[in-house]
T-cell receptor, first 113, second 112 residues
Framework: DQQVKQNSPSLSVQEGRISILNCDYT??????FLWYKKYPAEGPTFLIS?????DKNEDGRFTVFLNKSAKHLSLHIVPSQPGDSAVYFC????????????FGQGTTLQVKP | NAGVTQTPKFQVLKTGQSMTLQCAQD?????MSWYRQDPGMGLRLIHY???????DQGEVPNGYNVSRSTTEDFPLRLLSAAPSQTSVYFC???????????FGEGSWLTVV
């Protein structure tokens, strides 16, 4: 049973446009959500997070939106840059287990110049 | 800054052999964990630890053992390697404050 799902394996956007990556979860105990970016042959690197007490968190070009009633979150990248091309993972945890993340399958983003 | 260090980076094992993947962190983090990444599966939690002397199972613990004798180290042991354990393994640590979780660069393991 996949508790965190990223239903789009890949996404291609033009440089300068908006990239929207989506993530759904099923476990209502999750109250902390993170997005990681991963390049080939490297470990995941933290991008942005959001607590369930918020519905939006912004950091520069990156914004994460959380819809708790729909158990859905999304990552917006504006404007997209070729260097953003990578695999993006959504992850969730319950605050009582902050060392324990449940990941989605990942979405490969390609930003075309 | 070293952060989270994993060794070895690459390893080929024969079926039935044993080995230990090493993980060390220099950030004095209480929480450490091991994940494996397989194609199309994302990262799956193998084992985690909330402090020295305390470990627990994650989503896919079978075939793996861990121990946490110090805050800094969290080795992952394969007692009898199987081809199904061919994967990329990532170690991670966090301070448990709800902030970021830091990952190592990964260990590529092939079992033939």
């Amino acid at each position: 049973d996949q508790q965190v799902k990223q239903n789009s394996p890949s996404l291609s956007v033009q440089e300068g446009r908006i990239s929207i990556l989506n993530c759904d979860y099923t476990n209502s105990m999750f109250d902390y959500f993170l997005w990681y970016k991963k390049y080939p042959a490297e470990g995941p690197t933290f991008l942005i997070s959001i607590s369930s007490i918020k519905d939006k968190n912004e950091d520069g070009r990156f914004t994460v939106f959380l819809n708790k009633s729909a158990k859905h979150l999304s990552l917006h990248i504006v404007p997209s840059q070729p260097g953003d091309s990578a695999v993006y993972f959504c992850a969730a945890s319950a605050r009582s287990n902050t060392g324990k993340l449940i990941f989605g399958q990942g979405t490969t983003l390609q930003v075309k110049p | 800054n070293a952060g989270v260090t994993q060794t070895p980076k690459f390893q080929v094992l024969k079926t039935g052999q044993s080995m230990t993947l090493q993980c060390a962190q220099d950030m004095n983090h209480e929480y450490m964990s091991w994940y494996r990444q397989d194609p199309g599966m994302g990262l799956r939690l193998i084992h985690y630890s909330v402090g020295a002397g305390i470990t627990d199972q994650g989503e896919v613990p079978n075939g793996y053992n861990v121990s946490r004798s110090t805050t800094e180290d969290f080795p992952l042991r394969l007692l009898s390697a199987a081809p199904s354990q061919t994967s990329v393994y990532f170690c991670a640590s966090s301070d448990g404050s709800g902030n970021t979780i830091y990952f190592g660069e990964g260990s590529w393991l092939t079992v033939v």
